[in-house]
C-alpha cells in the first residue's frame, strides 16, 4: 500500500500543473463568471430574483409568487400545489449546478486522455524511466498506479473542485436573493439536493471507471509501445479496424460498440445529473472489460520491462 501511496503522490508532483493548478484556475474562472452573472445580471441562467415575491398573511400561511412573461405561480403551504412554472425554477438552479460540473469533467477528460497517452512515453524519451528502475517498486505495480491515478484520482480532483464551485454558487445564490429582500430558504433553497446532487457525481466516478477501464488500459499500451506518437499508435489501428469492417462487412459495428460501451456514453454520464444502466449489460460489459484490461496490461507490463528505451 506504501508503494502505491507513494507512486500516487509522484504522479501528482510530476503532472501539478495539469492535476492541481489547472482545476485552481478554473474555479477561479468559473467563480469570475458566475458574480458576472450574479452582479450585473441579476440572474442565474433563466431565473431571475427580480421575479420573485414573497408575502406573509396574517394566519401565518406562507406563499411564493413567482412571474414568468406576466404569469404568476403561487405556491401554498396550506395545499402543497405548485404549479408547473414553479417546478422549472428547481431545473433551472440544478442545470446550474451540473452546468459547473460539465465543465470540470470534460476538462478531466481531455487531462485524462493526455496523461494516459504520455505518461509510459515521456519517461522513456527522458531516460527518468532508468532511475524509477532501480527504486523497489515492480512495473505492474507502476502501472496498475497510473491507471487508478487517470481513472479515480484525476476524475475526483476535478470533482472535488467542482462541488466547491457549486457550493459557493448555492451560497451566492441565497445572498443575492437575500439582498434583494427575498427569503432565500423559500426562494433557493428549496430547489437545491446539494447531497444528492455531490452523491450521484461521486458514484458516477466509478461507475464511469469501470466502464472505461479497457479503453484507458489500451492508453497506456500504445504509450508503452510508442517510439515517437502514441496517439497515433492508439487511434491508427483502431481506424484501421473500423474501415475493414465498413470495406469488407459494410457495417459500423466495431464503432458503435466503442463509443456506447467505452467512450462517448461514459463521458455524458460522468457530466449529467444520472445515468440510466442496464445492469446486466453493464455487468457484462465490465466483465469482458477486465478481461481485455488483464491482456492490454499483461503486454503494457512485459514492454515495460523489455522494450523501454527508445532508440535514438
Given at each position: 500500500?506504501?508503494?502505491?501511496?507513494?507512486?500516487?503522490?509522484?504522479?501528482?508532483?510530476?503532472?501539478?500543473?495539469?492535476?492541481?493548478?489547472?482545476?485552481?484556475?478554473?474555479?477561479?474562472?468559473?467563480?469570475?463568471?458566475?458574480?458576472?452573472?450574479?452582479?450585473?445580471?441579476?440572474?442565474?441562467?433563466?431565473?431571475?430574483?427580480?421575479?420573485?415575491?414573497?408575502?406573509?398573511?396574517?394566519?401565518?400561511?406562507?406563499?411564493?409568487?413567482?412571474?414568468?412573461?406576466?404569469?404568476?405561480?403561487?405556491?401554498?403551504?396550506?395545499?402543497?400545489?405548485?404549479?408547473?412554472q414553479y417546478y422549472d425554477n428547481q431545473k433551472i438552479i440544478d442545470?446550474?449546478?451540473?452546468?459547473?460540473?460539465?465543465?470540470?469533467?470534460?476538462?478531466?477528460?481531455?487531462?485524462?486522455?493526455?496523461?494516459?497517452?504520455?505518461?509510459?512515453?515521456?519517461?522513456?524519451?527522458?531516460?527518468?524511466?532508468?532511475?524509477?528502475?532501480?527504486?523497489?517498486?515492480?512495473?505492474?505495480?507502476t502501472v496498475t498506479a497510473k491507471l487508478f491515478v487517470g481513472l479515480?484520482?484525476?476524475?475526483?480532483?476535478?470533482?472535488?473542485?467542482?462541488?466547491?464551485?457549486?457550493?459557493?454558487?448555492?451560497?451566492?445564490?441565497?445572498?443575492?436573493?437575500?439582498?434583494?429582500?427575498?427569503?432565500?430558504?423559500?426562494?433557493?433553497?428549496?430547489?437545491?439536493?446539494?447531497?444528492?446532487?455531490?452523491?450521484?457525481?461521486?458514484?458516477?466516478?466509478?461507475?464511469?471507471?469501470?466502464?472505461?477501464?479497457?479503453?484507458?488500459?489500451?492508453?497506456?499500451?500504445?504509450?508503452?509501445?510508442?517510439?515517437?506518437?502514441p496517439f497515433l499508435v492508439a487511434i491508427v489501428p483502431i481506424v484501421?479496424?473500423?474501415?475493414?469492417?465498413?470495406?469488407?462487412?459494410?457495417?459500423?459495428?466495431?464503432?458503435?460498440?466503442?463509443?456506447?460501451?467505452?467512450?462517448?456514453?461514459?463521458?455524458?454520464?460522468?457530466?449529467?445529473?444520472?445515468?440510466?444502466?442496464?445492469?446486466?449489460?453493464?455487468?457484462?460489459?465490465?466483465?469482458?472489460?477486465?478481461?481485455?484490461?488483464?491482456?492490454?496490461?499483461?503486454?503494457?507490463?512485459?514492454?515495460?520491462?523489455?522494450?523501454?528505451?527508445?532508440?535514438?
Amino acid at each position: 500500500m506504501n508503494n502505491y501511496l507513494t507512486l500516487i503522490n509522484r504522479e501528482f508532483r510530476e503532472h501539478r500543473n495539469a492535476f492541481v493548478i489547472t482545476p485552481l484556475v478554473m474555479m477561479a474562472l468559473v467563480t469570475a463568471a458566475m458574480l458576472f452573472a450574479l452582479t450585473f445580471m441579476g440572474s442565474i441562467g433563466d431565473f431571475s430574483y427580480e421575479k420573485i415575491t414573497h408575502t406573509q398573511s396574517d394566519n401565518t400561511e406562507s406563499h411564493v409568487s413567482i412571474q414568468f412573461d406576466n404569469n404568476t405561480s403561487v405556491m401554498n403551504n396550506e395545499n402543497k400545489t405548485m404549479s408547473s412554472q414553479y417546478y422549472d425554477n428547481q431545473k433551472i438552479i440544478d442545470n446550474g449546478l451540473y452546468a459547473i460540473h460539465s465543465t470540470f469533467i470534460v476538462t478531466a477528460f481531455f487531462v485524462v486522455l493526455f496523461y494516459l497517452l504520455g505518461t509510459l512515453f515521456n519517461d522513456r524519451k527522458d531516460r527518468s524511466i532508468l532511475f524509477w528502475k532501480s527504486m523497489p517498486v515492480s512495473e505492474l505495480q507502476t502501472v496498475t498506479a497510473k491507471l487508478f491515478v487517470g481513472l479515480i484520482a484525476i476524475p475526483l480532483t476535478y470533482t472535488l473542485a467542482s462541488w466547491s464551485i457549486q457550493l459557493l454558487y448555492s451560497i451566492a445564490a441565497m445572498v443575492f436573493a437575500s439582498n434583494l429582500e427575498h427569503d432565500p430558504w423559500l426562494a433557493i433553497w428549496p430547489f437545491l439536493d446539494l447531497p444528492r446532487t455531490f452523491a450521484t457525481q461521486f458514484g458516477l466516478i466509478f461507475i464511469v471507471g469501470l466502464w472505461v477501464l479497457p479503453l484507458s488500459a489500451w492508453l497506456l499500451t500504445a504509450s508503452a509501445l510508442a517510439k515517437r506518437s502514441p496517439f497515433l499508435v492508439a487511434i491508427v489501428p483502431i481506424v484501421a479496424l473500423i474501415m475493414v469492417e465498413r470495406l469488407i462487412f459494410g457495417t459500423d459495428y466495431f464503432i458503435d460498440w466503442v463509443g456506447k460501451n467505452f467512450a462517448i456514453e461514459s463521458l455524458t454520464a460522468l457530466a449529467s445529473r444520472s445515468v440510466e444502466i442496464d445492469v446486466s449489460n453493464y455487468l457484462a460489459t465490465v466483465i469482458f472489460g477486465i478481461v481485455i484490461t488483464h491482456f492490454l496490461l499483461t503486454i503494457t507490463v512485459w514492454l515495460r520491462n523489455h522494450r523501454f528505451e527508445i532508440d535514438t
